[in-house]
């Protein structure tokens, strides 16, 4: 037996998330599905993030044990082959059996996206989020700045998160913008349940001048639940990739 | 009676392109028939440029007549109220009576954009043309630029193009590369059928080094029809804007 590494590009417009549920379809489940068919065993993948209906992704992490003789590294072009065509595998290999996606040091990268104009860009809509009022880009990359560092993000996720800590590390988060494309790029070593679509909501408070960049600062030194920003639409999310510390041998 | 111009943005994905076609739903269908509800008379548009099934655009031109008092440049937000998200009127305004969107002097500029990676990128493959063999950026680029001037487009059209001249002439033709992302940008007078995407096929035949960026001189210099690159998918087409060149007001 061996354990296959998936990178998972994908448009989640049409699907319910990532995580099988009994009636939707999802990316887990169309996995599951092709990768059976391929390899005509039952396969069930592991994912690293379980992103929300409508999320999209570069790299989402999937792993899966197989006895197949096909080697790690060509399973990504014989899986695309039968896959839809708005998930598309970027990179397969083999990995040590011990290789969890989800219990190992890692760094997610994740990008939120606005687009600011006077009306909607249909041709770009299924990946943005459309925002028509004034925007303070500086401002909004000074706010991003704040949450930088290890902080209590209590206030940045859905209640419904169920955790032992609302403690999380945030590597590098800052926002640039390219013409009518203003985006949000934040690395971290994980992220609660909607936390990146809070910190988006709550930059573009600030961005929009209701607030000042360092109410950000306030929110996270309370520690406790205060009101922040909207949590704002899946669609303009997208999980552009996950690095994992321990490996080095890419 | 007043004459309105509009600006059009749509995601050419769902719809059989811009000219109303028998069975299929087009642009201009979608439209007349909203602009008909939204102003209670039977409104006929005129395209400027009659986009091709697939063909995405930021900025075509329509004109319709109408009665209404609803002043020309709040058009367009009446109009988005009713459209479906993949159509968004970027702007309205009246124009005089005697301004036809194919019958005056125009710069027109498209994008034909590609995604250079190994695997495709789900995520916007709605808006690009995959590539994945090596491609030399520089030499693509300096392809493009010989299309720039006058010269007889004749190798550049699909064989049914019934036109009494084949010159048209190209005021900027060029490549530029951001991350995977390679797209060449083109300005013209007017374009033939199929020609934009006629071009990028070509261009991509130097960009993969089956030919030297100097075959494109050649081509446009035998003025007869010669053998060029593919005639590449329309999903990587967007018609960015036209500009006419007597209107000076905006």
């Not at 860009?121 to 909004?140: A, C, G, I, Q, W």
């Not at 706010?143 to 902080?151: L, N, P, S, V």
């Not at 419904?160 to 800590?165: G, L, N, P, Y």
């Amino acid at each position: 037996m061996k354990r296959i590494k998936l990178e998972v590009a994908y448009d989640g417009t049409n699907y319910c998330g990532w995580q099988i549920q009994p009636e939707d379809i999802t990316i887990e489940a169309v996995l599951n599905q092709h990768l059976s068919g391929l390899l005509g065993e039952d396969i069930h993948v592991i994912g690293a993030s379980r992103t929300d209906s409508g999320v999209h992704a570069l790299g989402n992490v999937a792993v899966f044990d197989t006895e197949s003789r096909i080697p790690g590294e060509r399973m990504a072009k014989a899986l695309n082959a039968r896959l839809p065509k708005d998930i598309v595998i970027q990179s397969s290999k083999e990995v040590p059996l011990d290789f969890h996606p989800r219990h190992q040091d890692t760094r997610k990268t994740y990008d939120y996206t606005f687009y600011h104009a006077h009306y909607d860009n249909p041709v770009t809509s299924r990946h943005h989020h459309f925002v028509y009022v004034p925007l303070d880009v500086e401002k909004m990359n000074q706010a991003a700045g704040y949450f930088e560092g290890k902080h209590c993000f209590i206030s940045m996720c859905s209640s419904k998160a169920q955790v032992t800590s609302y403690v999380r590390e945030i590597y590098d988060c800052h926002v640039t913008q390219n013409g009518p494309y203003i985006t949000m790029r934040v690395t971290g070593s994980g992220f609660l349940y909607n936390m990146v679509r809070f910190m988006a909501g709550t930059i573009l408070e600030v961005g929009r001048g209701k607030k000042e960049p360092e109410w950000i600062k306030e929110i996270l030194s309370s520690e406790e639940r205060v009101p922040v920003g909207p949590k704002l639409p899946a669609k303009g999310l997208t999980l552009i990739g996950i690095e994992y510390m321990e490996e080095t041998e890419d």
